[in-house]
């Protein structure tokens, strides 16, 4: 029987992993195993929700084991450590537990076909402070420091503020001079503009929850982008809907803005000029993790990504299959697959059947053609822009309820993927259901 190895469980790797099981697995035709550094799968652009503490990662988040079970594949977790291209096998880390301790050794999983889907993190671009003083939001473990960081200056701020009135703390007194909590966020991508937003929903919400004093005009959010206009990938109209939209909440947008140093507790402009924040976020630029240095000599771009032929093949390796936002290929029209949720899951489709097909002796695949069904941002309850694809070169700008839905569509699709409509009717049913029973926010 075949080996078919999946690393990354992600919104491609996940999607490919269970179509994969459901048609080969579960009639023994092949063994496909899944391996993931993580234990459980959060679909990723969710994580500016969790980072608010808008969505509970726990309540939605997809056990790999669990979901193996369901669907005749098997997981492994572990970090990939190297591939050996000529003996057909990946190598991955041990994995190490709480305190340090080693709980699974370091193992070598046979291949006979490996698709890599590791996909991609923010790009400091080596920015001098950034590593050590900003919050990226590439995983849920990131999205939750930000989260519990953001509840302590609230939590701090409201009780300064709540001393002050009683005249209590004289020393305190001088903390409330401050007035504001600052949170800066580098990059004018989908990630900073959904999180901007979502601060604002997440300080209204706050307010009920026992954090007295908080009002969102207490949130000082600066979003900084080094470009003239915010979502450079999005139509200009809809970019100027969305920075206006983000002034009226309170958001100061500044663009044309690079940022060359990030400190304890500012972030300093290629001018001199200094941003002061309590908290700040990295979530400018795309890179590949450096890992793929060590896949055995496959051609990389200068961010890592590993470049695939049509068919998703790695240039230099047929066996060897890369997906989502870690693959790089040029479109017809010159331009890379976008790294983007819709990207992936449409590669994983069509990597799935051109694996099957090998399978079968056939020696034709499938050439992979990246369809852009629009492009949608949420700015939190409050509203959500971006045009959907209409035709061949047309698209239409939708805003408001209808957008969210739309928006919302797309998470829908993955879960339907992954779970089949009823399963999914059932998880929308009890995400409505826990509207009434849990609190707006994760407030720990
Ligand atoms: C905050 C945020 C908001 C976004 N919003 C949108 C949006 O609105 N629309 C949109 O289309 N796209 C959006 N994106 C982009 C989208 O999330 C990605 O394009 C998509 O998730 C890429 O899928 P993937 O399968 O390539 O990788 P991922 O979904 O990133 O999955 C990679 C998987 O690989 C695993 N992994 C990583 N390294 C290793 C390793 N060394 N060993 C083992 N496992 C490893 C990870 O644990 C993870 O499970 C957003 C991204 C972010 C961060």
């Not at 880390?93 to 996909?119: Q, T």
């Not at 849920?140 to 009780?159: I, V």
């Not at 979530?283 to 055995?296: E, H, L, M, N, Y």
Request: some cysteine; hydrophobic content about 40%.
């Amino acid at each position: 029987m075949k080996n078919i190895v999946i690393v990354g469980g992600g919104a491609g790797g996940l999607e490919l992993a269970t179509y994969l099981g459901d048609k080969l697995g579960r009639k023994q035709k092949a063994n496909v195993v899944l391996v993931d550094r993580n234990q459980t799968h959060l679909w990723k652009p969710l994580l500016h929700e969790v980072a608010t503490g808008v969505l509970d990662a726990e309540t939605d988040a997809v056990s790999f084991r669990a979901h193996a079970f369901n669907h005749h594949f098997n997981f492994e977790q572990g970090s990939i450590a190297r591939i050996d291209r000529v003996n057909k096998y990946v190598e991955l880390e041990p994995v190490y537990g709480a305190e340090g301790d080693v709980i699974v050794v370091a193992r070598r999983i046979p291949y006979d076909y490996l698709v890599l889907s590791i996909g991609s993190k923010s790009n400091d671009f080596n920015t001098k402070g950034v590593a050590e003083n900003c919050i990226f939001l590439d995983a849920p473990d990131q999205a939750l420091r930000f989260q519990h960081k953001m509840l302590e200056l609230f939590l701090k701020f409201s009780e300064n503020n709540a001393l002050t009135e009683i005249g209590e703390d004289e020393s305190k007194q001088v903390l409330v001079q401050e007035d504001k909590v600052n949170i800066a966020i580098v990059g004018g991508g989908a990630t900073g503009v959904e999180l901007s937003a979502e601060l604002f929903n997440a300080a209204k919400h706050l307010s009920s929850y026992g954090y007295g004093k908080i009002r969102s005009d207490c949130l000082q959010v600066t979003l900084v982008e080094a470009g003239p206009r915010l979502l450079p990938a999005l139509p200009e109209r809809i970019s100027d809907s969305v920075e206006k939209e983000l002034v009226e909440l309170g958001v100061n947008v500044k663009t044309n803005t690079m940022i060359t140093e990030a400190t304890a507790n500012s972030l300093i402009t290629k001018d001199g000029g200094e941003i002061k924040a309590d908290l700040m976020v990295w979530a400018a630029g795309v890179r590949v993790s450096t890992i793929t240095q060590k896949f055995d000599g496959l051609e990389l771009n200068r961010i890592n990504q590993l470049c695939v032929k049509d068919s998703l093949q790695t240039t230099l390796d047929d066996s060897i299959f890369a997906i989502g936002d870690c693959a790089f290929l040029l479109q017809k029209d010159g331009k890379p697959v976008p790294p983007r949720g819709q990207a992936a899951t449409q590669m994983a489709t069509v990597c799935g059947q051109n694996i099957v097909a090998l399978l079968e002796g056939k020696t034709e695949l499938k050439a992979f053609e990246f369809r852009d069904k629009g492009s949608l941002v949420s700015l939190s309850k409050f509203t959500a822009l971006g045009s959907i694809s209409t035709g061949k070169k047309s698209s239409l700008t939708i805003e408001g309820r209808f957008a969210r839905l739309a928006y919302i569509s797309l998470y829908r699709l993955h879960q339907q993927r992954l779970h089949g409509c009823f399963k999914t009717g059932l998880i929308i049913l009890i995400g409505r259901l826990n509207r009434f029973i849990r609190p707006s926010l994760k407030l720990y």
